[in-house]
């Protein structure tokens, strides 16, 4: 059973482009999480999702950011006109069930994004 | 924010036990008590989790207070490899909040 899948693993854009980072969950799950870590600071929760829904995104950003999970397909965070303070690991992560017990989140080894 | 406590550091030698306090003096009582760690910037891993009674799996033990406002995590036989950062963390559903964590450096 493959676990959390992320792509790319390293990504480098310059200011202004657009950074598309993709999460494929474990088979089976239907919730997904989106994290970020700066260096050398601890992980910050952006988004959580389950299929074609955000259930919780208090930790987005409000502009340039966005992110999406079809019912097809990888869970998707965009970043617009990326500045270089977007630099950082995003990591993903995937849940069973997201209810009482969020039990066992299984996270990929992340997406390291670096702004020029 | 998160709602636990940890020590930035700690130092155990390899082959004796760690053992990480966390405190959550908040703690609501349907909220769990999850253990994660991460080894060098590599993705987070799950260790353990419990609401009141202690648990126990092939990685680690975790002892939670009967008042549930503090714990422990234990590793009874700590290697090189277990050297990471230790997150404690509470929550019912939903999303994790991660804190600082505690820097375990297990030396040989």
Redesign the interface.
Known sequence: NAG?MQNPRHLVRRRGQEARLRCSPMKGHSHV?W?R?LPEE????MV?LQKENI??ES?MPKERFSAEFPKEGPSILRIQQVVRGDSA?Y?C?SSHS?????????????SRLTVL | DAKTTQPTSMDCAEGRAANLPCNHSTISGNEYVYWYRQIHSQGPQYIIHGLKNNETNEMASLIITEDRKSSTLILPHATLRDTAVYYCIVAFGGKLIFGQGTELSVKP
Do not use: H, M, P, R
Request: net charge negative.
């Open positions: 959390v999480y994290y870590q601890g992980l910050k929760f959580y259930i919780d930790g690991a990591f992560a997201g209810g009482s017990n969020t039990g066992e989140l299984f996270f990929g080894e992340g």
